[in-house]
């Protein structure tokens, strides 16, 4: 009896240690994300005293430019999880060398992709349903934003890098440094105080570039001249991409940026949908979108840590490991999710006065929030357990969840809701939370079968009958 309860004393303090651990990676994810979330709201908070319509020129924008972020989905992912893998099996020359062929291949990405936005920039806010009140400053933010592009697909990468050997804090260290900038920026270009120009919304986008270019040179400064990481790169070296190393890359993060596009393809429609019910209704959707982005990052943040912890957990071999780690995230991001909706239920109102002198918008966004509260178990467990998926390699269970309850819900459900059933703003929200709990539900059930623990040695195995044959 007495080893019984040595071996179970053991237990809890192996668990205890393991839960550490993923606070250790999860908080300064956490840390980076909420900071972001709160700037992006400080933000729109400046907007919004500038006009309802304000609000409504930048939110209009929001979705294309995710849309067109997506694209890099595909080099970040893989990146995280191949780095993840290599130092898991203390391969770390093979991670550097990831990390430099991301960063090749997201600078040439980003010129294009940010080329395309500049270019077609009128054309994507009329498709968004733009208003005459809305068409110009509209049109400016997106141009602006999409010219800076460059800078933030390099920084991702060195994020995705970073995050993949475990080294969260830097991340969260230049990047919400950077939106600390944006913030003082948006003051003084927004407003025009202290001699600067009152550019009002281009203010806030030229502010928004600047200071992704300073989280790009900070960035990048970390991985090619400071001794803080694990990833360190030679500037001496070759900058042309490997071919076999971007077919790696891409294989696992292919699906990943499909996932994107299937979600801010859906969500753009989503928002298409919305702003048919007008500026005021539109101001009230995001304002909700806005506030709720805090209740993402918690479990956007868990997600990361599942992604880093399991891949290197599969990349040294050890699935048991890789499984209690994941199951210990998964509980730990429903216990936050709980909180959050809790707060957003008894502070919706206060929360959303912050955005707008405007009582009926306030009173509407106010009742979207109540809405997201009941939607934070399934949203927790599909973003908390879908990264943990992508950290193993399996990453085609989050596309084939996303299509079906982005496409299905968010876009032809609300439809009906809002254009057929005339049901308004709730209706669009109460499809909302249907597609994240069926997203939640295809996620889960494919983390319990277990078949993601051996996606790594399976692709081991085809890469070693390929180079016997």
């Known amino acids: 009896m007495f080893k019984i309860l040595r071996k179970h004393g053991q237990s809890q303090s192996y668990s205890k240690q393991m839960r550490r651990e993923v606070i250790s990676l999860t908080w300064p994810a956490f840390i980076e994300l909420v900071m972001s979330t709160m700037f992006g709201m400080i933000d729109m908070i400046m907007v919004g005293r500038l006009s309802p319509a304000a609000i409504t020129a930048v939110g209009l924008t929001n979705q294309p430019f995710m849309l067109l972020l997506a694209i890099f989905s595909a080099v970040n992912v893989g990146t995280t999880t191949i780095v993840a893998w290599n130092i898991g099996a203390g391969n770390v020359k093979k991670a550097n060398t990831v990390a430099r062929q991301t960063i090749a291949l997201n600078f040439i990405m980003g010129i294009i992709v940010g080329a395309v936005g500049v270019a077609l920039a009128h054309h994507t806010v009329v498709f968004m349903g733009a208003e005459a009140d809305t068409m110009k400053d509209a049109t400016a933010y997106f141009q602006i934003v999409s010219a800076g592009l460059v800078f933030q697909a390099v920084n991702m990468g060195v994020t995705a890098a970073l995050r993949g050997a475990g080294e969260t804090s830097l991340p969260m260290l230049y990047n919400v440094g950077s939106n600390l900038f944006n913030v003082l920026g948006n003051y003084l270009l927004i407003f025009g105080k202290f001699g600067f120009p009152k550019l009002g919304v281009a203010g806030a986008a030229i502010s928004t570039t600047v200071s992704r270019f300073i989280a790009c040179v900070i960035g990048l400064y970390i991985v090619f001249f400071s001794k803080w990481s694990v990833i360190s790169i030679k500037v001496r070296g070759s900058y042309r991409i490997n071919f076999d190393i971007a077919k790696e890359v891409f294989s696992i993060g292919l699906p990943s940026a499909l996932e994107q596009f299937v979600i801010q393809g859906g969500l753009m429609m989503f928002a298409r949908t919305v702003s048919s019910l007008g500026t005021q209704i539109f101001a009230a959707h995001q304002i909700g979108l806005t506030i709720c982005g805090l209740t993402f990052s918690p479990s956007m943040a868990f997600g990361v840590a599942g992604t880093t912890l399991v891949g290197q957990c ?156």
């Open 314 to 469: 599969l990349g040294a071999n050890d699935e048991k490991r890789a499984q209690k780690y994941a199951d210990i995230i998964h509980h730990m991001a429903i216990a936050v999710a709980c909180l959050m909706g809790v707060v957003f239920i008894l502070f919706s109102y206060p929360l959303a006065c912050l955005y707008t002198d405007d009582m009926a918008v306030a009173t509407m966004a106010s009742v979207v929030l109540k809405i997201m509260a009941l939607a934070q178990p399934g949203q927790s467990t599909q973003l908390s357990l879908a990264g943990v998926l992508r950290g193993a390699g399996d990453t085609m269970f989050p596309l084939y969840a996303s299509a079906f309850g982005i496409w299905g819900f968010r876009v032809l459900v609300a439809y009906i809701f809002v254009s057929v059933f005339h049901w308004g703003l709730i209706g669009a929200w109460a499809a909302l939370v249907l597609d994240q709990y069926t997203r939640a539900a295809i996620v889960y059930f494919r983390y319990i079968s277990g078949k993601w623990k051996y996606i790594k040695s399976r692709a081991e195995e085809v890469k070693e009958i390929e180079a016997c044959s």
